[in-house]
């Protein structure tokens, strides 16, 4: 059964913007904290952003600090990620991830292994 499903990947230029989705079944979504992760070519998984079961917390990598924004809205059972300025680094397949805690901490929130929902994938692409 597929619990969460990522959508809006797609090409974009140097500069341009994305808005990322993901629908959640209610089991995989409510009172947790949901995360997006990604993989760029050639390198591991990696913390992009997270945001708590209430919305109130919200967690950054320092590569897209300023430039992504992360929400959610707990009536619809949706998490996105709004990505502007985007960079040819920003290119890689980007997962949405749903934590085992509705909170958030330092070190439960950058760490896949606190993740025990994920999705299938988005492919994003940035072109210089």
């Known amino acids: 059964q597929v619990q969460l499903v990522e959508s809006g990947g797609g090409l974009v230029q140097d500069g341009g913007s994305l808005r990322l989705s993901c629908a959640a079944s209610r089991r995989t979504f409510s009172g947790r904290a949901m995360g997006w992760f990604r993989q760029r070519p050639g390198k591991e998984r990696e913390f992009v952003a997270a945001i708590s079961a209430s919305g109130s917390t919200t967690y950054y990598a320092d590569s897209v600090k300023g430039r992504f924004a992360i929400s959610r809205d707990n009536a619809k059972n949706t998490v996105s990620l709004q990505m502007n300025s985007l960079k040819p680094e920003d290119t890689a397949v980007y997962y949405c991830?749903?934590?085992?805690?509705?909170?958030?901490?330092?070190?439960?929130?950058?760490?896949?292994?606190?993740?025990?929902?994920w999705g299938q994938g988005t492919q994003v692409t940035v072109s210089s």
């Open positions: 991830a749903a934590n085992k805690n509705g909170g958030l901490s330092r070190s439960s929130t950058y760490s896949a292994s606190t993740y025990d929902y």
